[in-house]
T-cell receptor, first 115, second 114 residues
Protein backbone atom coordinates (compact mmCIF):
# COMPACT_ATOMS: atom_id res chain seq x y z
CA UNK A 1 0.00 0.00 0.00
CA UNK A 2 1.07 3.54 -0.70
CA UNK A 3 2.70 5.34 2.22
CA UNK A 4 4.34 8.67 2.90
CA UNK A 5 7.17 9.28 5.34
CA UNK A 6 8.10 12.65 6.70
CA UNK A 7 11.46 12.56 8.42
CA UNK A 8 11.44 14.60 11.60
CA UNK A 9 8.23 15.33 13.46
CA UNK A 10 9.69 18.61 14.69
CA UNK A 11 12.10 20.92 12.89
CA UNK A 12 13.47 24.09 14.45
CA UNK A 13 15.20 26.85 12.49
CA UNK A 14 16.23 30.42 13.15
CA UNK A 15 14.50 33.25 11.38
CA UNK A 16 16.26 33.81 8.06
CA UNK A 17 17.67 30.29 7.91
CA UNK A 18 16.97 27.65 5.27
CA UNK A 19 13.89 25.52 5.79
CA UNK A 20 14.11 21.88 4.66
CA UNK A 21 11.24 19.49 5.33
CA UNK A 22 11.67 15.94 4.07
CA UNK A 23 9.12 13.70 2.39
CA UNK A 24 9.53 10.25 0.84
CA UNK A 25 6.89 8.09 -0.79
CA UNK A 26 6.84 4.34 -1.12
CA UNK A 27 5.28 3.35 -4.44
CA UNK A 28 7.27 2.23 -7.48
CA UNK A 29 4.90 4.21 -9.71
CA UNK A 30 5.38 7.86 -8.83
CA UNK A 31 2.21 9.29 -7.37
CA UNK A 32 1.02 12.85 -7.55
CA UNK A 33 2.55 14.84 -4.71
CA UNK A 34 1.27 17.66 -2.54
CA UNK A 35 2.45 19.79 0.34
CA UNK A 36 -0.10 21.33 2.69
CA UNK A 37 0.31 23.66 5.67
CA UNK A 38 -1.92 23.78 8.73
CA UNK A 39 -1.99 26.70 11.13
CA UNK A 40 -3.46 26.23 14.61
CA UNK A 41 -7.22 25.74 14.65
CA UNK A 42 -7.43 25.89 10.88
CA UNK A 43 -7.83 23.51 7.99
CA UNK A 44 -5.12 22.62 5.50
CA UNK A 45 -3.92 24.99 2.81
CA UNK A 46 -2.15 23.83 -0.33
CA UNK A 47 1.40 25.10 -0.69
CA UNK A 48 2.25 23.35 -3.95
CA UNK A 49 1.77 20.19 -5.93
CA UNK A 50 3.56 18.10 -8.52
CA UNK A 51 1.56 16.29 -11.17
CA UNK A 52 3.63 16.42 -14.33
CA UNK A 53 6.23 18.51 -16.11
CA UNK A 54 9.04 20.40 -14.42
CA UNK A 55 10.27 18.58 -11.35
CA UNK A 56 11.02 21.79 -9.44
CA UNK A 57 7.71 23.20 -8.29
CA UNK A 58 7.22 26.67 -6.86
CA UNK A 59 4.43 27.35 -4.44
CA UNK A 60 3.03 30.08 -2.29
CA UNK A 61 4.88 32.02 0.39
CA UNK A 62 8.29 31.35 -1.18
CA UNK A 63 8.21 27.57 -0.79
CA UNK A 64 9.35 25.16 -3.44
CA UNK A 65 9.81 21.41 -3.73
CA UNK A 66 11.69 19.13 -6.08
CA UNK A 67 10.42 15.76 -7.23
CA UNK A 68 13.27 13.24 -7.41
CA UNK A 69 12.10 9.94 -8.82
CA UNK A 70 15.40 8.16 -8.17
CA UNK A 71 15.17 9.06 -4.49
CA UNK A 72 11.35 8.75 -4.21
CA UNK A 73 11.43 12.14 -2.55
CA UNK A 74 9.60 15.45 -2.63
CA UNK A 75 11.35 17.65 -0.07
CA UNK A 76 10.03 21.12 0.71
CA UNK A 77 12.40 24.07 0.99
CA UNK A 78 12.36 27.79 1.62
CA UNK A 79 15.54 29.86 1.48
CA UNK A 80 14.73 32.13 4.39
CA UNK A 81 12.33 31.32 7.21
CA UNK A 82 9.90 33.88 8.58
CA UNK A 83 8.22 33.76 11.96
CA UNK A 84 4.91 33.39 10.14
CA UNK A 85 6.07 30.06 8.69
CA UNK A 86 5.67 28.37 12.07
CA UNK A 87 2.99 25.74 11.47
CA UNK A 88 2.51 22.05 10.76
CA UNK A 89 3.37 20.81 7.29
CA UNK A 90 1.97 17.72 5.62
CA UNK A 91 3.19 15.87 2.57
CA UNK A 92 0.47 13.95 0.75
CA UNK A 93 0.13 11.71 -2.28
CA UNK A 94 -2.64 10.53 -4.53
CA UNK A 95 -2.40 7.46 -6.71
CA UNK A 96 -2.30 7.96 -10.46
CA UNK A 97 -5.50 6.82 -12.08
CA UNK A 98 -7.47 6.50 -8.87
CA UNK A 99 -9.64 9.61 -9.34
CA UNK A 100 -11.52 8.98 -6.12
CA UNK A 101 -10.56 11.95 -3.99
CA UNK A 102 -8.23 10.15 -1.62
CA UNK A 103 -5.07 11.73 -0.31
CA UNK A 104 -2.60 9.76 1.80
CA UNK A 105 -0.80 11.98 4.26
CA UNK A 106 2.48 11.78 6.07
CA UNK A 107 2.52 12.20 9.84
CA UNK A 108 3.35 15.88 9.59
CA UNK A 109 6.30 18.05 10.58
CA UNK A 110 5.94 20.90 13.02
CA UNK A 111 8.14 23.81 12.03
CA UNK A 112 9.34 26.09 14.80
CA UNK A 113 10.96 29.39 13.83
CA UNK A 114 13.14 31.04 16.47
CA UNK A 115 13.75 34.78 16.47
CA UNK B 1 -15.74 32.30 -4.13
CA UNK B 2 -16.52 31.32 -0.61
CA UNK B 3 -14.36 28.58 0.82
CA UNK B 4 -15.35 25.26 2.26
CA UNK B 5 -17.51 25.64 5.33
CA UNK B 6 -18.11 23.11 8.07
CA UNK B 7 -20.68 23.16 10.82
CA UNK B 8 -20.59 23.00 13.70
CA UNK B 9 -17.01 23.98 14.51
CA UNK B 10 -17.04 22.36 17.94
CA UNK B 11 -19.11 19.55 19.35
CA UNK B 12 -19.17 17.70 22.65
CA UNK B 13 -20.97 14.38 22.88
CA UNK B 14 -21.05 11.45 25.26
CA UNK B 15 -20.28 7.82 24.52
CA UNK B 16 -23.07 5.98 22.76
CA UNK B 17 -24.58 9.07 21.17
CA UNK B 18 -24.56 9.79 17.48
CA UNK B 19 -23.44 12.92 15.65
CA UNK B 20 -23.91 14.51 12.25
CA UNK B 21 -21.37 16.89 10.74
CA UNK B 22 -22.01 19.09 7.74
CA UNK B 23 -19.79 20.31 4.93
CA UNK B 24 -20.58 22.84 2.20
CA UNK B 25 -18.10 22.68 -0.66
CA UNK B 26 -16.84 25.49 -2.84
CA UNK B 27 -19.43 26.43 -5.42
CA UNK B 28 -19.06 24.25 -8.50
CA UNK B 29 -17.08 21.53 -6.75
CA UNK B 30 -18.68 18.14 -7.06
CA UNK B 31 -16.33 16.01 -4.98
CA UNK B 32 -16.24 16.04 -1.19
CA UNK B 33 -13.74 14.02 0.83
CA UNK B 34 -13.72 13.54 4.59
CA UNK B 35 -10.69 13.01 6.83
CA UNK B 36 -10.18 12.31 10.50
CA UNK B 37 -7.22 13.97 12.20
CA UNK B 38 -5.91 12.74 15.56
CA UNK B 39 -2.56 13.22 17.29
CA UNK B 40 -1.87 9.49 17.25
CA UNK B 41 -3.05 8.45 13.79
CA UNK B 42 -2.61 11.70 11.90
CA UNK B 43 -4.80 12.43 8.90
CA UNK B 44 -6.80 9.47 7.70
CA UNK B 45 -9.17 9.28 4.75
CA UNK B 46 -12.76 8.41 5.64
CA UNK B 47 -14.64 8.54 2.35
CA UNK B 48 -15.31 10.53 -0.78
CA UNK B 49 -18.53 11.46 -2.51
CA UNK B 50 -19.06 12.59 -6.06
CA UNK B 51 -22.46 13.37 -7.55
CA UNK B 52 -24.21 11.85 -4.55
CA UNK B 53 -22.31 8.55 -4.86
CA UNK B 54 -19.67 7.23 -2.51
CA UNK B 55 -16.71 6.39 -4.72
CA UNK B 56 -14.11 5.49 -2.14
CA UNK B 57 -14.03 4.51 1.50
CA UNK B 58 -11.22 4.33 3.99
CA UNK B 59 -10.60 1.73 6.63
CA UNK B 60 -13.16 2.81 9.23
CA UNK B 61 -15.95 0.84 10.88
CA UNK B 62 -19.48 0.99 9.60
CA UNK B 63 -20.41 3.41 12.39
CA UNK B 64 -18.97 6.06 10.11
CA UNK B 65 -21.21 6.93 7.22
CA UNK B 66 -21.91 9.82 4.95
CA UNK B 67 -23.99 11.14 2.16
CA UNK B 68 -24.01 13.86 -0.42
CA UNK B 69 -26.93 15.92 -1.61
CA UNK B 70 -27.75 17.14 -5.09
CA UNK B 71 -26.22 20.55 -4.31
CA UNK B 72 -22.95 18.74 -3.40
CA UNK B 73 -23.27 19.50 0.30
CA UNK B 74 -22.21 16.54 2.35
CA UNK B 75 -22.85 15.16 5.80
CA UNK B 76 -21.07 12.53 7.78
CA UNK B 77 -22.60 10.61 10.63
CA UNK B 78 -20.97 8.70 13.43
CA UNK B 79 -23.20 6.41 15.45
CA UNK B 80 -22.56 4.88 18.86
CA UNK B 81 -19.73 7.24 19.63
CA UNK B 82 -16.60 5.94 21.32
CA UNK B 83 -13.94 7.89 23.20
CA UNK B 84 -11.53 7.20 20.36
CA UNK B 85 -13.73 9.10 17.94
CA UNK B 86 -12.59 12.36 19.48
CA UNK B 87 -10.83 14.11 16.63
CA UNK B 88 -10.80 16.97 14.19
CA UNK B 89 -12.95 16.06 11.21
CA UNK B 90 -11.98 17.80 8.02
CA UNK B 91 -13.80 17.91 4.76
CA UNK B 92 -12.26 18.92 1.48
CA UNK B 93 -13.80 19.71 -1.85
CA UNK B 94 -12.41 19.53 -5.35
CA UNK B 95 -13.82 20.08 -8.79
CA UNK B 96 -14.04 16.44 -9.80
CA UNK B 97 -12.08 14.37 -7.33
CA UNK B 98 -9.41 13.58 -9.90
CA UNK B 99 -6.08 12.47 -8.54
CA UNK B 100 -4.49 15.69 -9.80
CA UNK B 101 -7.16 18.00 -8.41
CA UNK B 102 -6.36 20.28 -5.53
CA UNK B 103 -8.44 19.52 -2.48
CA UNK B 104 -9.56 22.62 -0.60
CA UNK B 105 -10.07 22.05 3.08
CA UNK B 106 -12.57 23.50 5.51
CA UNK B 107 -11.62 24.57 9.05
CA UNK B 108 -12.85 21.31 10.52
CA UNK B 109 -15.24 20.22 13.22
CA UNK B 110 -13.61 19.34 16.52
CA UNK B 111 -15.53 16.50 18.14
CA UNK B 112 -14.95 15.64 21.76
CA UNK B 113 -16.48 12.44 23.11
CA UNK B 114 -16.80 12.22 26.90
Amino acid sequence: AQSVTQLGSHVSVSEGALVLLRCNYSSSVPPYLFWYVQYPNQGLQLLLKYTTGATLVKGINGFEAEFKKSETSFHLTKPSAHMSDAAEYFCAVSDRGSNTGKLIFGQGTTLQVKP
Amino acid sequence: KAGVTQTPRYLIKTRGQQVTLSCSPISGHRSVSWYQQTPGQGLQFLFEYFSETQRNKGNFPGRFSGRQFSNSRSEMNVSTLELGDSALYLCASSEGGADTDTQYFGPGTRLTVL
